[in-house]
């Protein structure tokens, strides 16, 4: 499985985004997608996630009421729907897929340990 992020892009505070990531190859009902984001001198960090076969999602608190994440089985694509950006969400956003999680609750679906697949990042920054 190969993934292509793509969306990113310079926007002010306030303002939304959505990112893509396009899955090449086939993908599986019990896969885990997953978005993560790291800016710089940070740990990356878990954002939200989909599991491709029942579309249950998880988000994380801090980005909670803010963003979303869904998927478009005919595009074999994940999307990131992001919503009143703040500086803070200034960071490269992965994407990620993973066959290790979909026994596991949506609690562990943020160990990036567990992932096997990942796309290259795209860049987000959010202006103030």
Not at 14 to 31: E, K, M, P, T
Request: net charge neutral; with cysteine; aromatic share 12%.
């Amino acid at each position: 499985v190969q993934l292509a992020e793509s969306g990113g892009g310079l926007v002010q505070a306030g303002d939304s985004l959505r990112l893509s990531c396009a899955a090449s190859g086939r993908i599986f009902v019990n896969y885990v997608m997953g978005w993560f984001r790291q800016a710089p001198g940070k740990e990356r960090e878990f954002v939200a996630g989909i599991r491709w076969g029942d579309a249950n999602t998880v988000v994380a608190e801090s980005v909670e009421g803010r963003f979303t994440i869904s998927r478009d089985n005919a595009k074999s694509t994940v999307y990131l729907h992001m919503n009143s950006l703040k500086p803070e969400d200034t960071a490269v956003y992965f994407c990620a897929a993973t066959l290790q999680l979909w026994k596991f609750p949506q609690s562990a679906w943020g160990a990036d340990s567990r992932y096997d697949y990942w796309g290259q990042g795209t860049q987000v920054t959010v202006s103030s």
